[in-house]
């Protein structure tokens, strides 16, 4: 593709009107690349549903407790909001016992929830309460149930020696970048970089740069390294691995061992599609990937797609980067980053009306 006009027209051809462009940039071509390849865009795009709709479901619920004629009904809570496009049609109240079910699936999923992750929270023991909730007990049954199954994974702590992989231009070192700032301005310790190319090319200008700003030392090679302990802690910044290119994740598996450099992140684009970030996890099995960090999360919309995955990967989740920012956007809080990101604004201003109700 040519130009961002390009990217946009063969986006609303392929996924239709309702695709919206989060983000377009530039890939390759940095450097001397500029001169001897053409440069490609990456373009990331979304598909958005029915949003008028959704606050239109999200009025209904709301106001439909307020307005109930008959106090003495039982829970005008859980009235039905069905797809009809008439919330005044009579044969809702007839409805009502049958069509309970399924209206909390159906208002979650129209507010663009996670088809995957929808599917997993029908499996917990408490579903038959929440289906049948109103909006604010079911965002404190499924934030209470997110949040346990989160602090039943495994957390490992980073070691002194890091390194960043996985994909090409899924932020691998401006998240390194963000570790360095987080080492020298918050811990108060002189880490330093080894750069890996590994036969593949690395460019580092912007990591030069950078390290050169905040007096961290880049290595390029591994023999002149110095002492790596607690408070000099060693990261190694490695060129993007093709999904499919086995022998790159294996021979860096093979440098990682040799340096002996135990925790292994694993970094993926948030912003990419789901079977993508998968793909990635399974390819980062051959470099032995202990940890798991999220770049892009600013250009999703929510984090809903991202809790089956991280909830799945073995993986320990170790950031969240909000950005493109390197002394900022970047965040260890990964449950509350997850969190604040889970219902949209509109859905939690509803439920924090409703609640208010009772
Ligand atoms: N919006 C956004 N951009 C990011 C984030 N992390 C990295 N980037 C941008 O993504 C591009 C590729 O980042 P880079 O760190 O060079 O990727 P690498 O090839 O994996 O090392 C750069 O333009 C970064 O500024 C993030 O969390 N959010
Ligand atoms: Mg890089």
């Excluded at 892009?296 to 950005?323: Q, R, Y």
Aim: glycine share 6%; hydrophobic share 35%.
């Amino acid at each position: 593709m040519r130009s961002a006009e390009e990217a946009v027209r063969v986006i609303r051809d392929k996924l239709g009107d309702n695709a919206k462009v989060i983000s377009v940039r530039q890939v390759g071509g940095e450097g001397l690349k500029r001169f001897i390849s053409s440069p490609k865009l990456e373009v990331i795009a979304q598909v958005v549903e029915e949003n008028e709709e959704v606050s239109e479901v999200a009025n209904q619920i709301v106001t439909k407790p307020s307005i109930n004629p008959d106090p003495l009904q039982d829970h005008p809570k859980e009235k039905v909001v069905t797809d009809e496009p008439s919330p005044k049609n009579e044969k809702v109240e007839v409805k009502e016992a049958d069509e309970n079910r399924n209206d909390n699936y159906k208002l979650l999923s129209k507010f663009g929830f996670d088809s995957a992750l929808l599917s997993d929270i029908r499996s917990w023991a408490n579903w038959s309460k929440i289906e049948q909730a109103s909006i604010a007990e079911v965002l404190k049954e499924i934030t209470v149930g997110l949040s346990d199954r989160y602090r039943s994974i495994t957390e490992t702590i980073c070691t002194e020696k890091v390194a960043l992989l996985g994909g090409p231009g899924v932020g691998k070192t401006t998240t390194l970048c963000k570790f360095l700032a987080h080492e020298v301005f918050m811990n108060k310790n002189l880490p330093s970089v080894l750069k890996v190319e590994n036969g593949v090319p690395n460019p580092d200008d912007a990591l030069r740069i950078f390290c050169e700003v905040v007096g961290v030392t880049l290595f390029r090679e591994s023999e002149s390294i110095p002492q790596v302990d607690e408070n000099h802690p060693l990261y190694l910044d490695f060129p993007g691995f093709g999904l499919s290119e086995m022998d790159e994740w294996t021979g860096a598996n093979q440098v990682l061992d040799d340096l002996g450099v135990e925790t292994r992140i694993l970094v993926v684009n948030g912003a990419y599609d789901r079977e993508i970030i998968k793909r990635y996890i399974h390819s980062s099995q051959s470099v032995n990937a202990t940890h798991i960090a999220i770049t892009h999360f600013d250009e999703m919309t929510n984090s809903t797609k991202l809790w089956p995955i991280i909830l799945n990967s073995n993986l320990a989740p170790v950031c969240i980067c909000n950005g493109q920012n390197v002394t900022g956007d970047f965040s260890t809080s990964v449950l509350n980053q997850l969190i604040a990101k889970t219902f949209p604004e509109e859905l939690y201003s509803k439920g924090f009306a409703s609640y208010q109700r009772i």
